[in-house]
């Protein structure tokens, strides 16, 4: 994929930009709060069809306007295609002029993947995030995978409630057994869909680490079922059954607690770098790195899946970077289009080739 065109109207503090971005690198650069990450934000509307910043379409629209717009030219599998996107107390999207039903139709239009100083939370925060990376990555390359989670969270909301009923003596404990038959099947499904993806992509982002880091450090990544490793596990039948028989193990600790305290709801990634984990031990740096070698395997495995490399925007990423890094970072993403922003343009001098635009205010300028 490939953004020749890019025109905005009414984004935030956006001046209705309109400029044509090189194939390969793009340097956004300006000032702090001159709308560096609106303009990456506005870009990966068309891919997420919200913000990734904000669910309020209101806080999108610059003050004072009821409605923004974003429009992208763009080329995929040879064709050249107009992405617009109309923002007002609702969203419509269009492709070539033709309006679509709804956000989930339009997924997959145009295809790109955000690293934003937020993306350091998959290593630094909680595992509900590192769960919310591999779901949301896993349902951009297999679309079944979305059903799978929104049935697994109606049996788990089932069985907690059931759970509270059996601790006011309303239900028998033996009524629990049918949730917890359905929460290991599809559990299993779900789990079966993340290792997948994992085997595909620990391997990609082990390798992008050693190149960031110039060879120096090993990333690994793993995945940390709350039942049972499952890593042994030969197929979904025998996650299931390990599932199922970690929820019976823990149904009178579930009783008590009134929830259910094992499952892939629970599951969690443990990245590691030279073999300690990344999230207690590693460097500022180091986390960066790991979290845009997540990123840009995920970029790799759409590419495996699609055809087509997607665009990669990369807003703030060079902080916290070390020289070598930046380089190798560089290096990598040679022969992709990809957007970057950054308060110092300097920095990129090294650079043979990109296109530069600063934003000044919102004001966009070919630099
Ligand atoms: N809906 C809106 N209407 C008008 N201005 C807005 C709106 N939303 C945000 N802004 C303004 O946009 C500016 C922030 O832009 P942005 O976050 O893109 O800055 P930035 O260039 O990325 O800065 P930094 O280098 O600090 O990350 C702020 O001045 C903010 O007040
Ligand atoms: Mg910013």
């Not at 990456?40 to 379409?57: I, L, Q």
């Not at 599932?243 to 019976?248: F, K």
Request: proline share 3%; hydrophobic share 35%; net charge positive.
């Amino acid at each position: 994929m490939n953004i020749t065109g890019y025109s905005s109207k009414n984004y935030r503090n956006l001046k209705d930009p309109s400029f044509s971005p090189d194939s390969g690198i793009n340097i956004i650069f300006g000032e702090n709060g001159q709308g560096k990450t609106n303009m990456v934000e506005s870009v990966w509307m068309m891919t997420g069809c919200h913000s990734f910043r904000t669910h309020k379409c209101s806080e999108l629209i610059s003050a004072g306007q009821k409605q923004a717009r974003v429009k992208l030219i763009f080329d995929s599998r040879g064709f050249s295609n107009e992405g617009e996107i109309k923002i007002s107390d609702k969203r419509e999207f269009y492709l070539n002029k033709v309006p679509y039903e709804n956000s989930r139709k339009f997924l997959g239009v145009f295809q790109a993947v955000v690293f934003s100083p937020s993306s350091l939370s998959i290593i630094q925060n909680a595992p509900s995030e590192r769960r919310r990376f591999l779901d949301i990555a896993v349902s951009m390359t297999r679309p079944v995978y979305a059903s799978h989670l929104i049935r697994y969270s109606k049996i788990l909301a089932n069985r907690n409630a059931l759970l509270k009923q059996i601790a006011s003596g309303k239900a028998d404990e033996n009524s629990l057994s049918p949730w917890d038959d359905a929460l290991s099947m599809t559990g299993a499904e779900i789990v079966g869909c993340r290792l997948e993806y994992l085997k595909n992509i620990s391997p990609v982002s082990s390798e992008i680490y050693k190149e960031i880091s110039g060879g120096k450090e090993e990333m690994k990544v793993k995945y940390l079922a709350s039942c049972k490793d499952v890593d042994d596990c030969g197929d979904k039948k025998e996650i299931a059954d390990n599932i199922y028989e970690s929820l019976r193990k823990n149904r009178e600790n579930d009783i008590k607690r009134l929830m259910t305290s094992n499952g892939p709801h629970k599951d969690d990634l443990y990245i590691t770098v030279g073999d300690r984990s990344a999230r207690i031990y590693g460097s500022q740096g180091q986390q960066r790195s790991c979290a845009l070698a997540l990123k840009l395997s995920e970029a790799d495995m759409i590419k495996k899946i699609n055809g087509e490399y997607p665009v990669i925007l990369l807003d703030d990423v060079m902080s916290e970077l070390d020289f070598g890094r930046q380089k190798s970072l560089l290096d990598y993403l040679k022969n992709r289009q990809v957007f970057i922003t950054c308060c110092d343009i300097n920095q990129f001098s090294s650079l043979d080739r990109y296109a530069s635009f600063k934003i000044e205010n919102g004001e966009v300028k070919t630099g």
